[in-house]
Nanobody
Framework: QVQLVESGGGLVQPGGSLRLSCAAS????????MGWYRQAPGKQRELVAD?????????NYADSVQGRFTISRDNAKNTVYLQMNSLKPEDTAVYYC????????????WGQGTQVTVSS
């Protein structure tokens, strides 16, 4: 069974930083586009950032996090990261890791989520 396990969430003051990690198991990690999504209370889940699979690992960011967040992946460790800097209260949400096979659309998996709270 595919597992995506997020870690690194927590409480941070505005302007602070956090680094989220998502460790994947039982998938050929390099075949998957990996993404971070978030969902705030009363809002829809939204894409934060993603990074493509094999090749150059192109990245894509939501406008609201561009320049503050950085997504990266380590295929040797089957892990994707989200470095979050200059955090704002509006970044408060549950952050979810997602894995989407580059070719097989039905192979899409989610982690359980990790809470990020930005508050003074």
């Amino acid at each position: 069974q595919v597992q995506l396990v997020e870690s690194g969430g927590g409480l941070v003051q505005p302007g602070g930083s956090l680094r989220l990690s998502c460790a994947a198991s039982r998938i050929i990690f390099s075949f998957y586009t990996m993404g971070w999504y978030r969902q705030a209370p009363g809002k829809q889940r939204e894409l934060v950032a993603d990074i493509t699979s094999v090749g150059v690992g192109r990245t894509n960011y939501a406008d609201s996090v561009q320049g503050r967040f950085t997504i990266s992946r380590d295929n040797a460790k089957n892990t994707v990261y989200l470095q979050m800097n200059s955090l704002k209260p509006e970044d408060t949400a549950v952050y979810y890791c997602n894995a989407q096979h580059f070719e097989r659309r039905n192979q899409n998996y989610w982690g359980q989520g990790t809470q990020v709270t930005v508050s003074s």
